[in-house]
């Protein structure tokens, strides 16, 4: 089995956190998520910091054939793609009466994260399979892939929507966040040149000094009118790759303290090991408290904002376990309905 990284499985679950504590401010509160300083900001890293990490601990030195293959795309298929599909039609067919073929219609909604991730892993997979064996040509394809991404997200707001195999497949998100996951492979694939460099702590300065005057740029509109050019710009790649690597850069630096038995270490990597888990149990267990926009309209009062809404979160999370706990007790249950055998 493949050895834990610490710092990797406690930024995972502070990742996971910032998802729940998201979606409690849109769902439940109803708040906007451009409305919100605290939902802008965790924004802006959360989402890509998912996807970097998930190309992160993707690489691996090993050689590839047609049995490697299929074998890791299907494993990633029965973890990814048979749990997300049961649970969505738990939640929306059994608990909100929608039609059996919603799915097919509406396409993942909320449930895309899972849907995009394996997508990522298919072209990932795919692009190894082809060219393992030339380092230079692999790069850059995977370079390539990573740019076009970006440019058509980027180029295609607006009419790529009308793609009907959108839908089904949420290729805007593959679109947006596939660089992302090709960053963290090549961050992995040069792992000490990429620790070297976020380790400087001139460079981890200037990321914190840059992430924090682009997102003043970015919540003031201060020279980036919305939905310009460079508003889209500053906001899809300054801002998300500065405070991915400003993120990463402080887990980093802080390692240690993150394999310790803390009481906020330890808590944040076993959270980190069970977020497909608490992504696809979470939508169940978010409640109504739309009478709660008035106190935190305006970003008037911040820190009753962060401290409520982390402490849902954070419930909402232990729920999520415990039902997690429940369910994989069952041998049958945890392979088939996750997808991947379990250990408590």
């Known amino acids: 089995m493949t050895q834990r990284i610490g710092y990797i499985d406690a930024l995972r679950g502070f990742t996971m956190l910032l998802v729940v504590f998201s979606h409690i401010e849109a769902f439940c509160y109803d708040i906007p998520f451009n409305e919100s300083i605290l939902n802008s900001l965790f924004i802006t890293f959360r989402m890509p910091m998912f996807f970097f990490i998930s190309g992160y601990i993707a690489y691996k030195k090993e050689l590839w054939n047609f049995g490697t293959y ?28 929608t039609p059996i073929d919603y799915f097919l219609t509406e396409g993942p909604l909320g449930f895309w994260f899972t849907i995009v991730l394996f997508e990522m892993y298919f072209i990932y997979y795919s692009t190894l399979l082809l060219c393992w064996n030339n380092e230079r040509i692999n790069n850059l394809i995977f370079i390539t892939i990573a740019i076009l991404g970006q440019i058509i997200y980027i180029g295609g707001i607006g ?10 497949l949420s290729l805007i998100n593959l679109s947006r966040y596939i660089s992302f996951f090709i960053l963290g492979h090549f961050c992995r694939k040069y792992d000490s040149t ?21 997102f003043i740029f970015e919540w003031k509109k201060y020279l980036l009118p919305e939905f310009s050019i460079l508003h889209v710009i500053n906001y899809e790649i300054f801002i998300r790759w500065i405070g991915l690597s400003m993120v990463f850069a402080l887990f980093y630096h802080y390692k240690e303290t993150f394999n310790t038995e803390s009481i906020i270490s330890k808590p944040l990597r076993f959270i980190g090991r069970h977020t497909l888990d608490i992504y696809l149990l979470h939508y169940f267990l978010l409640p109504e408290l739309s009478f709660m926009k008035e106190w935190f309209t305006d970003n008037k009062n911040i820190v009753g904002e962060l401290t409520i809404t982390l402490s849902l979160s954070l419930i909402i999370i232990a729920i999520c376990l415990l039902i997690s706990y429940i369910i994989r007790s069952s041998q049958f249950l945890g392979r088939n309905l996750w997808g991947a055998k379990y250990k408590i």
Not at 159 to 168: E, F, V
């Open 194 to 214: 990429f620790k070297k460099i976020i380790s400087n702590d001139k460079i981890k300065t200037t990321l914190i000094l840059l992430f924090i005057t682009l």
């Open 70 to 97: 299929k074998k890791k795309l299907t494993k990633k298929a029965l973890i990814q793609i048979i749990p997300t599909l049961v649970f969505f039609h738990l939640y929306f067919v059994v608990c909100h009466d």
């Open 159 to 168: 009419h790529y929507y009308n793609l009907g195999a959108y839908p089904l």
